[in-house]
């Protein structure tokens, strides 16, 4: 089941479990539309896959599955993530 953590780990802006801004990879880092697609071109600069939407849960489920209020805030290295971001922008996420 996913954490829907509650902010960007690179800016710390708020996504609440409501929030159409919110975008993760595979091992859900979690970003901001903005962090996710302008600043990391759409490349997880943790695991090199790709983003998506991060869904919505339900209202009715909030109570019995609430989303992670544990904010994880590591804002990434831009040199080291622009690396990662040329060496695999142009690659398809299924041959990563």
Known sequence: MLEIRPSCEHCNKDLPNTSTEAMICS????YCKTCALEIFENVCPSCAGNFVER???P???I??????TTRIFKP???EKAKL???KN????PSKR
């Open 27 to 30: 091992f859900e880092c979690t």
């Open 55 to 57: 869904p919505i849960r």
């Open 59 to 61: 209202s009715k489920m």
């Open 63 to 68: 109570e019995k599955y609430p989303p992670s």
């Open 76 to 78: 990434k290295d831009l």
């Open 84 to 86: 990662l971001i040329e």
């Open 89 to 92: 922008q142009n690659i398809h």
